[in-house]
């Protein structure tokens, strides 16, 4: 995997990282204390970026939680030194803003549609049949990937930064959800890329996580989380974001509005190699048979996951080619979702306890 170097804009571009994932120490012969701490500050920022993408996108924790704690305090002490170097990026600013009264709506210049369900063998033919059909060849190039059971979000950068955070809604227009979105530590504040990219990702949590959660809700007399969703959800749309902070979301993008790339396992590569968050399950498939195959395999592992998912996406790998496949009034022609049968379990009935009402 290609690593980033996040531009944190914490006053100066980001300096070294050693390859222990230690910010490298401030050269305290600098011409001045305050270019010192300026310095420091910006090694911290692109330490502290680096440790959080270790362990909430990769799951490979690249320090102790007691040396991700030090590099945060000192942070911290600069920035209460220095409150001029604090900028909306620094780690020290995803705990999240004062609570709001109601949600701004947000209106897309590209809709978020749903997509195509298909449940068997006859409803895959169809789509593939329909793709070749609509681009004249024998044999179309797809990308499987997971279907992840969350809360639908799109993302925008511009000029590098993260800027605007929006919920499905109805696909045309949605609610600005940008002070929790930026809360969710799996989430670069900053990409090494000034264009402007538009994503469209899923937010869920782990369901280990959910456990968790539950067990603080019924403690204090809450009535726990249903599922992963809907936490999920729950947690987007909270007025207050510092208790949207206190919930371990994370987000995987799956989509781009804007064409960066021609295919669509380009784009995944692509966004991971900014440091973006994804999936990295897919699997590109030459064909209707290829892609079944995936389907099958991807059943038998999915549960060994940390988080649920409920079917497989199947997508046209060459984005140039979907416009020429289109769309219907609600989903693209170009894509459908795999639905696995729901999941079942046999339970025995041990008492039934009957009440007589007043009026018997």
Known sequence: ???????VD?????GDVTGSGHARPADMSSPSTSDAQKTRHAELCAALAKHNHAYYVL????????????????????EEARPELVTPESPTQRVGAKPREGFVKVTRGVRMYSLGNAYDSDDLADFDRRVREALGVDEALYVCEPKIDGASIEVTYQGGKMVLASTR?????GEDVTANVRTIRALPLTIPDTRTFTLR???????????????TRVASGEAPFANPRNAASGS?????PRLSAQ????VYFYDLVERHFESHEAMLDGLLALGLPTHRAQKKCAGLEAAKAYIATFDKTRTELPYETDGVVIKLDDIGARETVGFTSRAPKWATAW????????????????????TG
């Open 339 to 358: 639905k696995y049968a729901p999941e079942t379990a046999q339970t025995r009935l041990l008492s039934i306890t009957c009440d007589v009402g007043r």
């Open 10 to 14: 914490c006053g100066t571009k980001l």
């Open 169 to 173: 809604g109805d696909g045309q227009v």
């Open 59 to 78: 799951d490979a924790p690249s320090v102790t939680d007691a040396e991700y704690d030090r590099l945060f305090n000192e942070l911290r002490d600069i």
């Open 1 to 7: 995997m290609v690593f980033f170097e996040e531009e």
């Open 247 to 250: 919930r371990p979301l994370r």
């Open 236 to 240: 987007l749309r909270l007025l207050d």
């Open 201 to 215: 990702g899923e937010i869920f949590i782990y369901g280990a996580d959910l456990d968790a959660i539950n067990e």
